[in-house]
């Protein structure tokens, strides 16, 4: 199994572009969670999906970031329009299961964002 | 809200020592607890989940100790190696979605 994909691996836009950072999990799994990490805040949960479905988006900071599963095998997170702060490595991670089951997480080689 | 805390932030120690990592989180009513390790720039590769019925999980050199009551979990790593120079971050997950709650990870060096 090829594990959790990412893409792009880096990304370097200037303010007030529309970043969209892709993830495929890994085949089978049930859930995917974006998350970001930072040096001040750490890694926070910004949003997760079950069944391709959004249940929890109360991380996302700010209406400027959306995201989308469209099926099983791909999901996007959407920055318009992004700003400096946005700045941040963004991972994608999937679990087998479903809510209330013992399971893992599987992280993704995570997007290194810089936006200038 | 749930915190989690990892201290010491740094730790370095040589070679064949054993490496004693805390997490410590704040609300006791959690489903699971995993750890983590993350090398520079990478993402992060499981190490240990714990259900929040078990008291310890073992891997190899690995051991996962958890007190639900006291709010805190220990990760031991037996007979370190350079190999083993890294990011540890244990994240807390709570029911509904498992949603993971992470400490700030403790930054390991272990010296040659």
């Known amino acids: 199994d090829a594990g959790v994909i990412q893409s792009p691996r880096h990304e370097v836009t200037e303010m007030g572009q529309e970043v969209t950072l892709r993830c495929k999990p890994i085949s089978g799994h049930n859930s995917l969670f974006w998350y970001r990490q930072t040096m001040m805040r750490g890694l926070e949960l910004l949003i997760y999906?079950?069944?391709?479905?959004?249940?929890?988006d109360s991380g996302m900071p700010e209406d400027r970031f959306s995201a989308k599963m469209p099926n099983a095998s791909f999901s996007t997170l959407k920055i318009q329009p992004s700003e400096p702060r946005d700045s941040a490595v963004y991972f994608c991670?999937?679990?087998?299961?479903?809510?209330?089951?013992?399971?893992?997480?599987?992280f993704g080689p995570g997007t290194r964002l810089t936006v200038l | 809200k749930q915190e989690v805390t990892q201290i010491p932030a740094a730790l370095s120690v040589p070679e064949g020592e054993n490496l004693v990592l805390n997490c410590s989180f704040t609300d006791s009513a959690i489903y699971n607890l995993q750890w983590f390790r993350q090398d520079p720039g990478k993402g992060l590769t499981s190490l240990l989940l714990i259900q929040s019925s078990q008291r310890e999980q073992t891997s190899g050199r690995l051991n996962a100790s958890l007190d639900k009551s006291s709010g805190r979990s220990t990760l031991y790593i037996a007979a370190s190696q350079p190999g083993d120079s890294a990011t540890y971050l244990c994240a807390v997950g709570k029911a509904a979605g498992n949603k993971l709650t992470f400490g700030g990870g403790t930054r390991v060096l272990v010296k040659p």
């Open positions: 999906f079950n069944n391709n479905v959004p249940i929890d």
């Open positions: 991670a999937s679990r087998p299961g479903l809510a209330g089951f013992y399971n893992e997480q599987f």
